[in-house]
Antibody, heavy 126, light 107 residues
Framework: EVQLVESGGGLVQPGGSLRLSCAAS????????MNWVRQAPGKGLEWVSY????????YYVDSVKGRFTISRDNAKNSLYLQMNSLRAEDTAVYYC???????????????????WGQGTLVTVSS | DIQMTQSPSSLSTSVGDRVTITCRAS??????LNWYQQKPGKAPKLLIY???SLQSGVPSRFSGSGSGTEFTLTISSLQSEDFATYYC?????????FGQGTKVEIK
């Protein structure tokens, strides 16, 4: 059974730092790209960051560039999000999500987030 | 960035009703469109990918259609467990974006 379990959330002051972790099990972690998606209280979903299976490709949403760093350790089946210079608007539940690909030709594929963790709450407040 | 706009933002309906939710993209995204269901306090769940492919384990009352800029999610006969918020997501760009959500409520 595929499982993703986030941890590391909590209350932090503006300007502070936090490191989120996502422990993966039930699948070959090193074969999948992984994402962080967040949801502010009462709001919709916002994709935050992506890392490819071997960490060769990384993307961020503009609002976190230069402040957040995504990483992974395939030996430990773990995904991380280092969050620095936190702002009130970063307050949200943070989910890790696995990306699955469906190839329709040699280079074209469809991407989907097929498994999600239960989320960890990050609150940025003084 | 590709903007995704869902309509309606919310709807009140009854068990057994047919429900249709629309998602529009700010540019053509072919069929690079996914649909998710989210219940309060829970993680999102993938329903439909590639605009019309049903994710394994998802009931067949859910279906998706569309291409280009306009897409629909249809629930053929709403069940009590389907009251939730639904999100579309484009996967055409690797800067994935979601619609704002459609909340399906009990009338």
């Amino acid at each position: 059974e595929v499982q993703l379990v986030e941890s590391g959330g909590g209350l932090v002051q503006p300007g502070g730092s936090l490191r989120l972790s996502c422990a993966a099990s039930g699948f070959t972690f090193s074969s999948y790209g992984m994402n962080w998606v967040r949801q502010a209280p009462g709001k919709g979903l916002e994709w935050v960051s992506y890392v490819s299976s071997e960490s060769s490709t990384i993307y961020y949403v503009d609002s976190v560039k230069g402040r957040f760093t995504i990483s992974r350790d395939n030996a430990k089946n773990s995904l991380y999000l280092q969050m620095n210079s936190l702002r009130a608007e970063d307050t949200a539940v943070y989910y890790c999500a696995r990306e699955s690909l469906d190839y329709y030709d040699s280079s074209g594929y469809y991407s989907r987030f097929d498994y999600w963790g239960q989320g960890t709450l990050v609150t940025v407040s003084s | 960035d590709i903007q995704m706009t869902q309509s309606p933002s919310s709807l009140s309906t009854s068990v057994g009703d047919r429900v249709t939710i629309t998602c529009r993209a700010s540019q053509s995204i072919s069929t690079y469109l996914n649909w998710y269901q989210q219940k309060p306090g829970k993680a999102p769940k993938l329903l439909i990918y590639a605009a019309s492919s049903l994710q394994s384990g998802v009931p067949s009352r859910f279906s998706g259609s569309g291409s280009g800029t306009e897409f629909t999610l249809t629930i053929s006969s709403l069940q009590s467990e389907d009251f939730a918020t639904y999100y579309c997501q484009q996967s055409y760009s690797t800067l994935w974006t979601f619609g704002q959500g459609t909340k399906v409520e009990i009338k």
